[in-house]
C-alpha cells in the first residue's frame, strides 16, 4: 500500500487476480474451500494469499461484498417497481441464490450478523437492511405478515440457502422456498 492507502499497480493486479481465481475455487469447493488450492491456481505463494486476505473471512467479504451491493441495489429497483409481495418474493429469492452460490458460506454470513468485528459486519448489515426495506414495505401494504422483522428474514434466507446445501433436500429447495414464501405473505 502507498502512503495514501491506494493499492499498488502490481499489488492491485495480484488482488483482483487471487479474487477471480478464489471465486472459481469457492463456487467449486464451498466457503471451506483450501486456502493453499487457491494460492497454488492463482499462481502466488501463501504469503501473498495472507498479505491481501489474512483470514478466510475477509477473503468471503470480498467475494461476498460485489453480490451483497447488488442485492441492496436491487432491493431499491424493487420497491419502486413491482408489488410489495413480488418485490420481497424476488428479493429474498435472489438473495438466497447468492448465499448458495458460495456453499457454506451462510454460516459465517449468520454469525457474521452479531459479530461488529467480523469482516462479514458491514456488508450483512447492508444486505439485511435492504431486505427489511421489502419487508417493511410488503407490511405496510398488509401482504406480509406484521410478526417478522429483518433478523427473521435473514434467518430464512439463511434456512432456504441452508436447504439448497443439502443433497438430500436440494431437489425440494424451490418448493420448499415456495412454502416459505407463502407463510411470509399474508393472503389477500
Known sequence: MSRGGAM????????DHLLTV???????????????????KAGVGMGTLYRHFPKREVLLEALLRANFDELTARAGELEGSASPAQALTSWLREAVTVAHRYRGAIDSMVAAIADTESALHASCQTMRAAGTRLLVRAQEQGVARADLDGTDLFGLLGALAWLRDQPALAPRADHLFDVIASAILTRD
Request: glycine residues 4%; proline residues 0%.
Open 22 to 40: 478464489a471465486r472459481e475455487v469457492v463456487t467449486e469447493q464451498g466457503a471451506d474451500a483450501s486456502l493453499r488450492d487457491i494460492a497454488r
Open 8 to 15: 499498488r499497480a502490481d499489488a492491485r493486479k495480484n488482488y
